[in-house]
């Protein structure tokens, strides 16, 4: 998935909006509850849930079985087999497979919900670009062994649709009553054609004037659909900061009301300019606790899927130090890659995330990532707010670790859904 999300900015400016709208008692300032000017402006609605925060955090934090250590610096803790003090309630796994693994890579079907192929482009109006290796795999014997084997395990199998291109997310946005009907005809052939369960939209916009718009758009997207296959589901992907910023692109309150999950992409919040956790569980300017709480604050949690990244960043560093100032931009790299490459992980108490340190050709560097105890504190802090699971962006990307499996699932089987069809 593309690296375009808006990240800890959103927040502080949402806070100073508040504030500066509060003060001048606007009309337009109901979403602040604001009132006529006062002295003493109440906190803004991300103040308000810092304490949901915080007692979610420690609730996670209890629910596994690990020694966490307080000092930063300190050697990484392992996941113990018994990952959890007691297993968590059973919940939904996704797990995304890009189309340049099928046939090379087999996820293990078991310990999932659902599968979400990635992807078929999104063209200009709405259309499929039927071009493209994710469009040709569709017709590929590897992906029908996928398809068909993830059915045998009772996964649902998504078919996602993908732009991050503003003129072509534009497009939609300006003719939505169009757009999203001829999506939805383009799409349900390549479902029934392929035995698929639904569709997951990874529309990546970044513009506040298609806001609106694309909220008209996935409400005719999704009607259409459902009135050619009532069966079939509809997941969205949506951005961290996105629950309760005015000027995002997801209208997540509005949007909730036409698709069954949010897949929330709870990565890639790395601050800039420093070594730092791509998906912290707290203590950060933006982390999976306040995307979460801000998202349970506006719609059913049980709709929320939290995304964990299995990937990290290896920044160039200036020094061994944690959150030590970059001297270039950093480079992705996959939880298996992390682990071959043999660096002994740290622990960060503050983001509750590991982290590495080495030195290339005299170069500093710091990888910041996320591993089975890290994960497995998300998906404990997911059961505190009462989502409908976890997900992770990418399958291949953790080398089939059976730690990484058993921090997702939680002590027990994942969530079954039923099957369009079946």
């Excluded at 103040?47 to 020694?67: D, F, M, W």
């Excluded at 939505?176 to 698929?196: E, F, I, M, T, Y």
Aim: charged share 15%; net charge negative; glycine share 8%.
């Amino acid at each position: 998935m593309a690296s375009t999300r808006r990240l800890a900015a959103a927040r502080i400016a949402f806070s100073l909006i508040a504030s500066v709208l509060g003060a001048l008692g606007c009309a337009a300032c109901g979403i602040f509850g604001a009132g006529p000017a006062t002295t003493t402006q109440p906190p803004s609605p991300a103040q308000r849930l810092i304490p949901v925060e915080q007692a979610a955090v420690t609730r996670a934090e209890g629910a596994v079985a690990v020694h966490l250590p307080t000092v930063s610096g300190r050697p990484a803790p392992t996941l113990p087999a018994r990952a959890f003090v007691r297993p968590l309630r059973t919940h939904q796994v996704v797990g995304f497979l890009p189309y340049w693994e099928v046939g090379s890579f087999t996820p293990d079907f078991r310990s999932l919900t659902t599968l979400a192929y990635w992807a078929v482009g999104l063209a200009t109006g709405g259309a499929i670009a039927e071009s493209g290796e994710g469009y040709s795999t569709l017709s590929s014997s590897g992906f029908a062994l996928d398809v068909s084997q993830a059915h045998a395990a009772g996964d649902r199998v998504l078919l996602t649709v993908f732009s991050d291109n503003p003129s072509v997310l534009h497009s939609i946005a300006a003719s939505p009553s169009k757009a999203g009907p001829l999506l939805a005809s383009k799409v349900a052939p390549l479902l029934s054609d392929g035995n698929l369960d639904g569709v997951d939209l990874d529309l990546e916009g970044n513009s506040t004037a298609d806001r609106d718009g694309f909220v008209r758009f996935v409400a005719a997207f999704s009607r259409t659909l459902r009135s050619l296959g009532p069966s079939w589901s509809i997941m969205l992907d949506t951005y961290p900061t996105s629950a309760l910023d005015p000027l995002d692109f997801f209208d997540v309150k509005a949007l909730a009301r036409y698709v069954d999950e949010l897949f929330v992409m709870a990565y890639d919040m790395q601050q800039p300019d420093v070594a730092s956790a791509t998906a912290p569980l707290t203590n950060a300017p933006w982390s999976d606790a306040i995307t979460l709480a801000e998202y349970a604050s506006v719609m059913p949690a049980r709709r929320i899927v939290l995304g964990i990244p299995l990937y990290g960043y290896d920044f160039p560093a200036t020094s061994r130090f944690d959150g030590a100032a970059t001297t270039g931009p950093p480079l992705a790299v996959t939880y298996a890659e992390i682990v071959a490459a043999g660096h002994a992980p740290r622990w960060d108490p503050a983001t509750e995330t590991p982290w590495t340190v080495f030195k290339r050709d005299g170069q500093w560097h710091q990888t910041w990532f996320d591993d089975p105890v890290s994960i497995a504190l998300k998906t404990a802090l997911a059961a505190q707010f009462g989502c409908a699971g976890v997900g992770v962006w990418e399958l291949g990307m953790s080398g089939s670790d059976g730690s990484v499996t058993a921090a997702l699932l939680g002590g027990r089987p994942p969530l079954k859904l039923p099957l369009a069809n079946h």
